[in-house]
């Protein structure tokens, strides 16, 4: 055909040529499969991230019961026994908000083997029991004492296993557990005459035994004041290492069933060890680290885990979705963050229903400011606050949620105190908040030195708080 050169040689590649291309090739997809792999591990690792972090914040009430079975160890105690105090709980008792004016009784009831019996004396003339027994999520099982299901008069508690289908026997107050361990925190609460040697003797009466021995029951006592015992959660590996144990201890209940389809996908799983990689423990200690700063949010945010007492006031209350149960189950929701950030995280032992007490918490002073170590503060106390029984002012550390340890070993003062306290002319007394005591102010002075907020608690709480018309007055920096 005209304008062909037929002449020419077929265009053809050359070896080299075909090398270079067939490299290039290959290098993409190298580069497509290596993109793609380190895609899948960087979704892997943000995944568990995401999920470690959540699950920190869903298991904080479980972590901390956790933490209390585990403590037992250390102060010589076992399950199913009687651990009371001698002496209030001072500051090397690392005790999530502990009151310092009345000693406890503590007690882990272990079901795993059947029934347990608690066998809770009636109130005298001179003490009387407060508190409530918990299960392993710290939903509240049972009040007990004048406000209790015993009315004060005493009575055997029986708490029955998970799936317990056997005989309830009669003449007990018998209790459901969800859980196969069930926790119980009481106050011996001095009244009338008592002195504090009362109320000691008092909580040596209170028996914890099985049902199976009830025919002859004995109860070991262990006098939990003259040792430290660390109580309080650890924000580090030891966190997911507490919740995989309660996975592994406790039966799955049916509102956690995405939750623990979650936790097995960052390897926590019922019947299997928890043994992170290097690579995942740091993901862990990670995620409990941003569970906890999201929780501390929560806690110091006005509105979210804390509420307002008054609109023109800086104390707070426990923001509740719930007046009793506090199972944080509300409309079909369990309400996770609520669960930690207006209670777990900074609380434990939640009664039924809070009307025995009731618990102001100051963490910002009269100009909104957040309490810091380095400040000196005053709080007026009115001779009318509204309390039955008794008011308390404790300082706690604003880490920890436990008292400051301090070289005095003073973290707390109450109107059980008002003899050694300066009282003013009307009655009213004004207590000192600061790293070192105002000249002439040492009797009224708690010490900080760190971050704090303050508890005040009034015990058998009147009308007066109730309705409102009796206000706390804020804290003042007096610098």
């Known amino acids: 055909m005209e304008g062909l050169d037929t002449d020419r040689p077929p265009l053809t590649w050359s070896a080299h040529m ?52 585990k403590s037992f160890a250390g102060i010589g105690a ?26 406890y009784v503590i007690s882990v009831l272990d079901l795993r083997r059947g ?16 508190g409530s027994a918990v299960d392993s999520w710290e939903v509240p099982l049972a009040d007990v004492g004048p406000s209790g299901d015993d009315a004060g008069k005493g009575g055997k508690y029986l708490f029955l296993p998970p799936g317990h289908t056997g005989s309830r026997p009669d003449g007990y107050i018998v209790i459901q557990s969800p859980t196969v361990f069930v926790h119980v925190a009481l106050r011996p609460i001095i009244i009338g005459k008592g002195a504090l040697a009362d109320a000691v003797a008092y909580s040596k009466t209170l028996k914890v035994y099985p049902l199976a021995e009830a025919s002859n029951p004995r109860t070991t006592y262990v006098d939990a004041y003259p040792q430290p015992w660390k109580t309080l959660p650890v924000y580090d590996l030891t966190y997911f290492r507490d919740l995989a144990a309660v996975v592994n201890d406790e039966p799955a209940q049916a509102w956690d069933a995405v939750m623990l389809g979650l936790l097995a996908s960052i390897g926590i799983e019922k019947g299997k060890p928890f043994n992170p990689s290097p690579g995942q423990a740091q993901i862990f200690e990670r995620a409990v680290q941003e569970a906890y700063a999201v929780m501390q949010d929560d806690f110091t945010t006005p509105g979210k885990g804390i509420a307002l007492c008054w609109p023109d006031r800086q104390w707070g209350e426990f923001n509740l979705p719930q007046k009793e149960g506090m199972d944080f189950l509300v409309d079909g929701r369990l309400l996770v963050d609520a669960r930690a950030g207006s209670f777990a995280f900074w609380a434990i032992f939640l009664p039924k229903k809070l009307a025995a007490s009731a618990y102001p918490i100051a963490m910002r002073d009269s100009a909104g400011r957040l309490l810091t170590g ?32 301090n070289p005095q070993n003073r ?3 109450s109107s059980y105190d008002k003899s050694k306290l300066q009282v003013n002319a009307d009655g009213s007394v004004d207590l000192y908040f600061a790293p070192s005591a105002p000249p002439g102010k040492e009797a009224n002075w708690l010490p900080t030195g760190e971050d704090f907020f303050v508890m005040f608690r009034l015990y058998g709480p009147e009308k007066a708080y109730f309705d409102r018309t009796w206000k706390m007055n804020d804290v003042e920096e007096v610098n």
């Open 18 to 69: 075909r090398k270079v291309v067939l490299s290039a090739v290959a290098l993409i997809f190298a580069t497509m499969s290596l993109q793609a792999q380190n895609s899948g591990e960087d979704n892997a690792r943000r995944t568990m991230e995401r999920r470690a972090v959540e699950a920190a914040i869903w298991a904080m009430p479980a972590v901390s019961m956790a933490g209390m079975r």
């Open 374 to 405: 380095q400040d000196t503060y005053r709080l007026h106390v009115p001779a009318d606050t509204p309390a039955r029984d008794f008011w308390s002012g404790i300082v706690y550390s604003m880490k920890t949620k436990s008292m400051i340890p």
């Open 78 to 103: 076992d399950f199913n026994q009687v651990v009371y105090f001698s002496r209030p709980m001072e500051a090397r008792h690392e005790f999530m908000t502990a009151n310092n004016q009345t000693p």
């Open 115 to 130: 029934p347990v019996v608690l066998d809770v004396p009636p109130a005298s003339g001179k003490v009387a029991l407060f």
């Open 411 to 413: 973290v707390g003062l």
